[in-house]
């Protein structure tokens, strides 16, 4: 079982650009959440896919959107990028109550 | 405000020399209380996850246990593979969903 991974491992954009990060989840898991962790805080809570719908959402601006695949694969897009969105992104999936973390992209927007 | 505090920050440790990490919490409706351990660079892994008050769960050197108010992680003799960020997360609701992090606890533990 490969667990939970995600593609690409680091990515450094532009500020105004556009980008998007995408996430396998482990075998079996149907739900995905996405996290934006900032360097020394704990992950902060994006959104997260469930039957390809967003069921929640953080406090994040519209400038980050998502998507779910049949596959239950998943993509963060973020538009319009700011420096202040320089973060590692964390793709977690779950299936009942226990949620695994992918490796994460390393995202700078210089 | 649904909110999670760790405390110490960081902690240095002597190899052998047991301690306990805080974290307390104000999730309304908490449904579980989760435990990940975060190496730098790297996603954090799951460690364990409790549901009621006086819950105790353990894995090798590590046992988590839960109040009404707090969850305690106990490190029992460490050594210095142990020494990560551990992270503590309350999630609510009927399912699985959004986990409300804390700030971590940087642990180092020295030879």
């Known amino acids: 079982d490969a667990g939970v991974t995600q593609s690409p491992t680091h990515l450094i954009k532009t500020r105004g650009q556009q980008v998007t990060l995408r996430c396998s989840p482990k075998?079996?898991?149907?739900?995905v959440s996405w996290y934006q962790q900032a360097l020394g805080q704990g992950p902060q809570f994006i959104f997260q896919?469930?039957?390809?719908?967003?069921?929640q959402r953080g406090n994040f601006p519209d400038r980050f959107s998502g998507h779910q695949f049949p596959n239950y694969s998943s993509e963060l897009n973020v538009n319009a990028l700011l420096l202040g969105d320089s973060a590692l992104y964390l793709c977690?999936?779950?299936?009942?109550?226990?949620?695994?973390f992918g490796p994460g992209t390393r995202l700078t927007v210089t | 405000e649904d909110q999670v505090t760790q405390s110490p920050e960081a902690l240095r440790l002597q190899e052998g020399e047991s301690s306990s990490l805080n974290c307390s919490y104000t999730v309304s409706g908490l449904r579980g209380l989760f435990w990940y351990r975060q190496d730098p660079g790297k996603g954090p892994e799951f460690l364990f996850t409790l549901y009621s008050a006086g819950e105790e769960k353990e894995k090798e050197r590590l046992k988590a246990t839960l109040t009404k108010k707090e969850s305690f992680l106990h490190i029992t003799a460490p050594k210095p593979e142990d020494s990560a960020t551990y992270l503590c997360?309350?999630?609510?609701?009927?399912?699985?969903?959004?986990?409300?992090f804390g700030r971590g606890t940087q642990l180092t533990v020295w030879p």
């Open positions: 075998s079996g898991h149907d739900t």
């Open positions: 997360a309350g999630d609510r609701g009927s399912t699985l969903g959004r986990l409300y």
């Open positions: 896919y469930y039957e390809e719908e967003e069921r």
């Open positions: 977690a999936s779950s299936l009942w109550d226990e949620q695994y």
